[in-house]
């Protein structure tokens, strides 16, 4: 009897109608490539480690009547078309993974009766055992995702030259400005420096140059044109109220200045010529301390 042998048919495997990748983290930074696959009658769901050649693959395929078992929110849904559209449309933000002992889980955020719930599904460890293709297309596809990697890198690497280079001009014409700004305070502080000095020169009271320019500010007047003659001096003169009037009588535009026995460092400016007369006033005059650098106007009366 002579038997017809009919080789059997390979097997096929079922087509994808829609799919929805992206990646997921852990709560460890582990990355996950997801992927939702709508076929005829049912979708599947796969995780797996980014860039990783042989990793397991954890993988759960439910039919529109194992989702409405699984939980009430899917009783809605007629038919899984309709389910995958939702699904299709959540963001990214309402996808968690999480891991629990071999297995992984994937938490759907969906919002019932305005309330958010959380819906788990337990995705199970499957040993990846690719043959010599899917490893060969795998790293064919890790290949491309580094090359991809990298130019972004060298982009991202240009941009940072091209704006340190720009942040070095800035902090160069900074620094020439910064220079040239030190020279100019350099060269106007010995201006006043030199001008100061020669304010004042013999007194043992006043030498601090913020107190000299104190006075001049008080006086309205530059240093350029103040030049001043010491006319009398307690230590030298003599510490009388005789020795005083002997020397400053009859002497206008005068400073007066006196260091009391607690250090405080006070005086006054006559415009008029001084005398010993009750009726003298002088309606220039003012009285100050250094000390505090305050200037107090004469009540005539």
Not at 122 to 129: P, T
């Amino acid at each position: 009897m002579e038997e017809n042998l009919i080789a059997p048919k390979p097997r096929t495997e079922e087509p994808i109608k829609k799919s929805k990748k992206f990646e997921l983290a852990l709560s460890n930074s582990t990355i996950f490539q997801l992927e939702f696959n709508l076929m005829s009658n049912n979708i599947s769901i796969l995780a797996k480690k980014k860039l990783s050649i042989n990793a397991p693959i954890y993988s759960l395929s439910l039919d529109i009547k194992k989702f409405q078992e699984h939980h009430n929110f899917f009783l809605q849904f007629p038919d899984i078309d309709e389910l995958f559209d939702l699904i299709n449309d959540m963001e990214k933000d309402e996808f968690f993974l999480k891991k629990e002992n071999e297995n992984l889980i994937l938490i759907l955020k969906i919002e019932q009766r305005k309330k958010i719930i959380e819906v788990p599904f337990n995705l199970e460890r499957k040993e990846a055992n690719l043959d010599n293709k899917e490893l060969s297309q795998n790293m064919e596809q890790m290949m491309f995702v580094i090359k991809e990697n990298k130019k972004e890198f060298d982009l991202f690497k240009e941009n940072c030259l091209k704006e340190i280079e720009k942040l070095n001009f800035k902090i160069s014409k900074l620094e020439l400005e910064n220079k040239e700004l030190k020279e100019k305070m350099n060269l106007s502080k010995k201006e006043i420096d030199g001008d100061n000095n020669n304010l004042f020169s013999g007194s043992k009271i006043i030498s601090l140059h913020d107190s000299k320019n104190f006075l001049l500010k008080c006086l309205n007047l530059k240093t350029s044109n103040v030049e001043t003659e010491l006319i009398y001096s307690a230590t030298k003169d003599g510490d009388t109220i005789e020795s005083f009037n002997k020397k400053c009588n009859g002497v206008g535009n005068t400073i007066t200045i006196i260091k009391t026995n607690i250090g405080k460092i006070i005086g006054g400016f006559f415009r008029l010529p001084f005398s010993v007369k009750d009726d003298y006033y002088d309606p220039d005059c003012f009285l100050f301390c250094l000390n505090h650098k305050e200037k107090y106007e004469v009540d005539p009366n």
